[in-house]
Each structure stands twice: as C-alpha cells, then as structure tokens.
C-alpha cells in the first residue's frame, strides 16, 4: 500500500469520525433546545396553577386518576378536622419553592379527617431550628388539634421517593427526611389516606408556627447554556477538520 493511499484511508476513516462527533454534538444542542421549550411550557402551566383560584378538592372518587403531571400545584380550599393521632416531622434543609424558607427546620405533617370520613395528609408548615426536637413537635401539633373543623387552602403535592443516600426515618422522634406521606401513614396508623398531600397555605396559627404559605416554583433553567455548549463543539471539531484537511491537501 503506497503512502498516498494510507492518507487518504486515514483521511476518510478521520472525516467519518469527526462527522459522527458533529452530528452526534448538533443532536444533543437540538435536544437541550426543545427540553427549554419544554421546560417553558412547564413553567408557565405550572405558574397558572399558582396562581388560580382555590377549587374544591376533588371527590375520594377521583383521587385514583390525579397525577403529578396534571395535577401537582393545583390550589384547593375544604374543610377538615386535625385528627388526634401523632404528627410526623420531616427534615429540610431549606425549600426551592418557599421563598420565606431558608436554613434548616422541620416540615409538620398531620393527618386530618375530611367531612366524608376520608384521611388527608397536612404539611401545615415549616419550622424553624426545632433541631428535631419531639417535645417541641408535640406542643405545636397539640394546639393544631383542637377538635374543631377548619377551612385549609393549599396545594396538591404528590410524594417524593427517598434516594440512595437519604437516612432512614428516625422512628422514636417520627422524623423522616423526605416527603413520604404514604410511609409516614403506615407507620404511625394514620390509616388509608389520600395518594396526595396539602401543602398548607392558610390559615396561619396565630403563634405563627409552623408557618404555612404560598408557593413559588422556580424550575432550574439552563437548556439555553447547554445547547450553546453543544453546538458550539460541534463547530469547533468542523473547524479543526477543516484546518487539518486543509493541511493534508497542501502536504
């Protein structure tokens, strides 16, 4: 095989290459530029929601076909009574959609009794460096629970799935570390409850803890920084060919 030969089967086996990387840049630019359209669909419904008027909360009957990508953030207003059972903490560090939540606390999960007899699950705020601390937690629950029907307004929220590195629940204080109210109702027996919980907007406790209130959804947005990166090696691997092919032929 001659020299000139060996060049041009390396050039071609070079030019493949580099065209496979290009596409395969330019592809993934494209994606990232529909997921931010996507991502501004998302946005804007899920802004919608926030901001529409409180509905009813859908019938027991109903409760089956709600969905996270329907139905999360949707406001709802009814009347329930805090059930006397014990009331669960969950652990955050902070909120991404509470902007009035920063530093660490608890989230008070409660159950409460719908007029029909059916059990829902009440995130009715958060708390502020309780450092998990029961004694704390049970006074406060114990002033929420007085017995006597009361008008929520809140937000449908769908339970999160606890990931590979987040502790076990720390049953003696009742304290979880994500937001499983379906686990949290089998282990303390809070009974069959809805497949949702409320995010909690009103009413405040007049002690102000643990402080409910509105939500902001602010969805992490760098589809745009992404394509541009794509695209942008994409170019710069055309134009590295293109300068070495340039040079292969001047050779």
Known sequence: MSGATARRRGGAGFGIFTLVMVAAFVGLGVWQLQRRVEKHALIAALDARL???????????????????KDEFRRVSFTATYARLPDAMVYSSGSAVRDDVAGPGTWAFLPAKLEGGETIVINAGFVQNT?????????IAGRLVTGAPTQLTGYIRF?????????????PKRLWFTRDHLAMARVLGW????????????PVPESGVPR????QVHLKDDHMQYAITWLSLAAAIAIAFGVWWRGQRRA
């Open 51 to 69: 901001a529409a008027r409180p509905e009813s909360l859908p019938l027991a009957s109903a409760w089956a076909a709600l969905t996270p990508a």
């Open 131 to 139: 450092m998990q601390d029961r004694a704390f937690e049970d006074r």
């Open 159 to 171: 339970p999160e799935k606890a990931g590979a590195l987040t502790p076990k629940e720390d049953l």
């Open 191 to 202: 009974s069959e409850v809805a497949p949702f919980y409320i995010d909690l907007e009103t």
């Open 212 to 215: 409910p209130g509105p939500l």
